[in-house]
């Protein structure tokens, strides 16, 4: 059965996750439901948007994403399906799942037209997208949904050059993915020219490197320290990858 995996800015701790895993299993109880990823950068969907679209590759077609980082629900933004080059992406129309659209080769737009009977101005992701993506894992979505084209998305960039996400081990991946033209540059953030390598075990103790990461971005480490604290990263800040 095709499978449901959770995107979401609700963190390690509390009743969210458990409550959206409990809604599918009302609809779909038999489709495996895997929890990505619940510390996706609060309340902000776009530094979001670039990590969603690199760690959907990890999973085979079909696969159905619940993406749910949502500051402004209950609000006026649009709930919708997008539907890219054989994979699903259930949540809010606020730049969340932009960057999976203009990196993807085939693409469609869905709104979702349903409204459950009871829906908390607060929690969309238990009563509106968690039912949907457990209705399109088992094939009953289709009534669900209209179909509208996107013509606002030009300006949106494939790639960002800014640190979008911190791991446990304080390293900075960015929205920037690799490409050929970067080997051997250095690069800048915070002011800090940062040199390439491909191992931990190819710099000293305590060094900064930039490398490809497991999911095809730029990211900075320190080897046996952390970037975050060591080179005074955050979230949201520029780097820049000269390319002669």
């Known amino acids: 059965m095709t499978g449901i995996v959770l995107f979401t800015d609700f963190g390690p701790s509390g009743p969210y996750i458990g409550q959206m895993e409990s809604a599918i299993r009302q609809t779909a ?42 500051p402004g629900v209950g609000g006026e ?24 659209a203009v990196q993807a080769q085939n693409t469609q737009w869905l709104e979702i037209t349903w409204r459950p009977e009871h829906c908390s101005m607060s929690f969309h992701g238990r009563d509106l997208f968690a039912p949907v993506a457990a209705k399109l894992a088992i094939n009953e979505a289709d009534d669900l949904l209209r179909p509208f084209d996107r013509h606002d998305l030009s300006d949106w960039p494939e790639d960002l050059a800014e640190v979008i996400y911190f791991d446990y081990y304080g390293n900075a991946m960015t929205g920037l993915r690799y490409r050929a033209a970067f080997s051997g540059k250095t690069l800048t953030v915070n002011g800090i020219v940062v040199k390439q390598a491909d191992t931990f075990g190819d710099v000293e103790e305590q060094q900064a490197f930039w490398y490809k990461n497991s999911s095809g971005l730029v990211e900075i480490a320190v080897n046996k320290g952390r970037a975050k604290r060591q080179l005074g990263l955050e979230l949201g800040m520029e780097i820049s990858v000269p390319i002669v």
């Open 29 to 70: 109880p038999n489709a495996p439901v895997i929890n990505l990823l619940s510390n996706a950068p609060t309340a902000d969907p776009r530094l979001s948007s670039y990590l969603l679209a690199a760690l959907r590759h990890s999973f085979p077609v079909n696969s159905i994403f619940l993406a749910v980082v949502d």
């Open 77 to 100: 933004r649009r709930a919708v399906v997008l539907q890219a080059d054989g994979q699903a992406f259930v949540g809010p129309d606020n730049g969340l799942l932009n960057t999976v």
